[in-house]
């Protein structure tokens, strides 16, 4: 009965490919996150969702783009994969008000 | 800016004993949280303790507790009785009240808890 579940959790591909990863929460909340953790392991969000709307955008290449089909999905999608995109994605949700986030397992995103 | 401090990369600690982490922030805010995280190997980010702003007692769950120091912008994760399932990179990290607010992670301290 997972809380926030993504798929794929590995994922090992070429230059140049477009790939997604999704993500699903099953826990009402209202808000969806996407962080990015480095191999340095430093998480800096990437963007959040609030009922379907793009409310942060943090300084992320042109490459990725985000998309909430409904509240309790956010998927990544990212396109011309580089090298340097090599990293593990975390998707999150909260509650409004309520600021605790949930983590997902986390996407093991390899670029070769 | 916002910004979270962890100023100690890695810390050891005899199985059985006690470990303190420290953590200090910076806002001009006076309305937020404050969290501590853990992350085995495993990757899984695992929520171990939260700290609403307005309030003055030090939260508690179970083993852990935090010094939280509003004043110097403190906010310190106290481990007792340490285990071997403790091992694990914790974060401290900072959220703001509002609609538009960020969960921001500071670097991180991997933890080792010695048999």
New interface residues.
């Given amino acids: 009965d997972t809380a926030v579940s993504q798929t794929p959790k590995y994922l090992v591909t070429q230059m140049g490919n477009d790939k997604s990863i999704k993500c699903e929460q099953n826990l009402g909340h209202d808000t969806m996150?996407w962080y990015k953790q480095d191999s340095?392991?430093?998480?800096?969000?990437m963007f959040?969702y609030?009922n379907k709307e793009l409310?942060?955008n943090e300084t992320v290449p042109n490459r990725f783009s985000p998309k909430s089909p409904d509240k309790a999905h956010l998927n990544l999608h990212i396109n011309s994969l580089e090298l340097g995109d090599s990293a593990?994605y975390?998707c999150?949700s909260s509650k409004m008000?309520d600021?605790?986030?949930?983590?997902g397992?986390?996407t093991?995103l390899t670029v070769v | 800016a916002q910004t979270v401090t962890q100023s100690q990369p890695e810390m050891s600690v005899q199985e059985a004993e006690t470990v303190t982490l420290s953590c200090t922030y910076d806002t001009s805010e006076s309305n937020y949280?404050l969290?501590w995280?853990k992350?085995p190997p495993?990757?899984?980010?695992i929520?171990v303790i939260?700290q609403e702003a307005y309030k003055q007692q030090n939260a508690t769950e179970n083993r852990f507790s935090v010094n939280f120091q509003k004043a110097a912008k403190s906010f310190s994760l106290k481990i007792s009785d340490s285990q071997l399932g403790d091992t694990a990179?914790y974060?401290c990290a900072f959220?703001t009240?509002g609609?538009?607010?960020?969960?921001?992670?500071g670097?991180?301290i991997t933890l080792s808890v010695r048999p």
């Fill in positions: 996150y340095k392991k430093f998480l800096k969000i959040s609030n409310i942060i593990v975390f999150a008000r600021y605790g986030y949930t983590f397992s986390g093991r | 949280y969290f995280y992350q495993s990757r899984q980010m929520l939260r990179m974060f959220v009240r609609a538009n607010s960020k969960l921001t992670f670097k991180g």
